[in-house]
């Protein structure tokens, strides 16, 4: 009988911690989220179903994106220099649905490593890589990336050694940034999609590397 | 050569993108990105005039003095043009 058992100091079976239902007022945006968007939907504008489309399209967007366009850069050397003269064509090129984001790529190599932060919010390319991750938007990774980001970089268990150059990109404005990481070593046989497996999330913004082979 | 500016030191109170640490800094010009509409009158809903935006280079021994890392990494920023001023020269 698995509900016939005591609370067990508020733990659940498996010993974790219960989550608290959510039972709260709503906070003044959240009823004004809701209240614009029933308006809009009452007056014709837009439909619930495309609002649910909407988050479906932004759901589907996923760092295997910019993994296809950082493998299609290493294997393709006329695509890499139009990815860094101009990254949202590069994308579109490709086939993704990037709206209106205006991107820079910006390249890893020998003596230079890039990374990406949003001191002032979270200003991530979401639409081309998805969501940010819970980190890049707390104020602790936003603030020491720009003033220490060696000791960040070596939390990330990423120490790069001091001859190499450090930039730091911050979003501060229109537009969005991504890393074109360095290929790595012994991957000259390796097809397009097999190097795409390569290129991680961290890569892309700068607080890792891709994955060896 | 890059053209050195300064982002000026005025503290004007609502929605601005050019960032506290950054104000009274010198840098380079990396590049120019075009013209974008004022996000300082768009985050308000006022009609927004189009202002010119600039990729800003700055070292961290400028940002942080003493307390930088290594002093020749670099820090980019989006700055808009009314943000800017020329930087008095000091060369002779």
New interface residues.
């Given amino acids: 009988m698995p509900h016939d058992h005591h609370d067990h100091d508020g733990l659940s079976p498996s010993g974790h911690p219960y989550r608290t239902d959510n039972d709260v007022p709503l906070t003044y945006w959240q009823t004004m989220e809701i209240a614009l968007r029933e308006l809009l939907i009452e007056k014709g504008h837009i439909t619930a179903s495309e609002v649910s489309a909407q988050i479906d399209a932004m759901d589907a967007r996923s760092p295997a994106n910019g993994a296809a366009v950082v493998a299609r850069a290493w294997v393709d050397p006329d695509f890499r220099q139009r990815l860094l003269a101009d990254a949202s064509a590069a994308s579109r090129e490709m086939g993704f649905d990037i709206g209106p984001m205006n991107l820079i790529a910006v390249e890893n190599t020998a003596e230079t490593h890039n990374l990406i932060v949003c001191t002032l919010c979270s200003c991530y390319p979401r639409n081309l890589l998805g969501l940010p991750p819970d980190w890049y938007k707390t104020r602790a990774y936003r603030s020491r990336a720009v003033r220490e980001p060696r000791a960040v970089l070596h939390e990330f268990g990423l120490d790069l050694p001091q001859h190499m150059t450090i930039r730091v990109h911050d979003s501060t404005a229109d537009m969005r940034y991504v890393v074109l990481p360095a290929r790595p070593a012994g991957t000259n046989a390796m097809t397009e999609a097999e190097l795409a497996a390569l290129v991680t999330r961290d890569s892309m913004i700068g607080t890792g590397l891709p994955r060896r082979p | 050569m890059a053209e050195r500016v300064r982002v000026k030191t005025m503290m004007p109170p609502g929605h601005v993108?050019?960032?506290a640490?950054l104000r009274g800094k010198s840098g380079v010009i990396e590049r120019t990105?075009g013209s974008?509409k004022n996000?300082e009158k768009l985050a308000y809903g006022l009609p927004a005039e189009e202002r010119p935006?600039y990729?800003v280079?700055f070292t961290m021994a400028e940002?942080?003095g003493a307390?930088a890392?290594?002093p020749?990494?670099?820090?980019?920023?989006?700055?808009?043009g009314h943000w800017l001023e020329q930087e008095p020269s000091h060369a002779s």
Avoid at chain 2, 72 to 80: F, G, N, P
């Fill in positions: 993108r050019a960032p640490y990105l974008f996000p935006l990729r280079r940002l942080w307390d890392e290594i020749d990494d670099t820090l980019d920023a989006e700055i808009y």
